[in-house]
């Protein structure tokens, strides 16, 4: 009798300011398929560190889930373990390296935040990541809030310079061997929806999925959508019955 396929653990990976309440939708549904793995990405300076880190800590195949600065993680984890990424999310992120110009934008940022606390940056960099109805909800405003407001200035620094060093995903892309779903809110501008078809053209078995009304926070935004995407796309690949096993 053949040997079964080792149950994957899910991987959740979030984005800069953020924590694990980006996977409260998420995690219960993916912990009834397998283990899930939250890892705490506040104190961070190295993207690749961050995923080698993250690889150390777990066994076996993964299934690994990346928000925005999460999904850059995910690609450092493809580029040092390509043959233990059972299937990749790759949500509201972006592959290449460091922009023109996007030093002095993102150091502006921290010296404001270690002048004047995270609540002098909280409001602006919200407004400029969520969709526009999103800021008509009042309970969802001010539960993104708090939690950016649980970074400290230490911490969004080192997220920052982890940033400012990654290193340009590009070549990665094409030895991506996996199963891919990258997705996008319709209405994120800061990674947009092309963004994610440019990609979806560079990786082998990938597709595109598009997140109505809902912009780079998206799994605040829309998080019935995304969980709903997320697990009808592990089951049409595979992933679930696998991990269910």
């Keep these: 009798m053949a040997a079964s396929t080792p ?5 959740l990976l979030h984005g800069l300011l953020c924590d694990g309440q980006t996977w409260s939708h998420l995690a219960g549904p993916l912990s009834r398929l397998g283990p899930v793995l939250i890892p705490r990405l506040s ?13 150390a800590h777990t066994r076996g195949p993964l299934v690994v889930v990346g928000h ?10 493809a580029r ?4 233990r990424c059972a299937g990749l999310v790759l949500m509201n992120t972006g592959y290449r390296g460091l922009g023109d110009g996007e030093t002095p934008r993102r ?7 270690r002048a004047g606390g995270i609540e002098a940056i909280v409001d602006a960099w919200l407004d400029g990541m969520i969709a ?3 800021r008509n909800d ?3 405003m001010r539960s993104m809030r708090d939690m950016v407001l649980r970074s400290s200035p230490e911490s969004f620094a080192g997220q920052i310079q982890a940033l400012i060093g990654r290193p340009d995903a590009t070549e990665v892309l094409g030895r991506i061997a996996c199963p891919t779903l990258l997705m996008s809110g319709e209405e994120d501008s800061w990674s947009p929806l092309a963004q994610h078809h440019d990609m979806a053209a560079r990786i082998p078995d990938s597709e595109v999925a598009a997140i109505p009304a809902a912009g780079h926070m998206a799994p605040f935004e829309a998080p019935e959508a995304v969980t709903r995407t997320i697990l009808e796309w592990l089951d049409r690949r595979g992933l679930a019955s696998a991990a269910a096993r």
Excluded at 7 to 11: D, L, N, S, Y
Excluded at 68 to 77: P, T, V
């Design 132 to 134: 526009p109805r999103t």
């Design 138 to 140: 009042a309970a969802l």
């Design 7 to 11: 149950t994957p653990t899910f991987v």
């Design 43 to 55: 104190g961070l300076d190295s993207l690749p560190g961050a995923a080698a880190e993250t690889l």
């Design 107 to 113: 150091m502006a940022q921290v010296e404001a935040a």
């Design 68 to 77: 925005s600065m999460g999904g850059r993680i995910a690609f450092e984890m």
């Design 80 to 83: 040092q373990a390509p043959g």
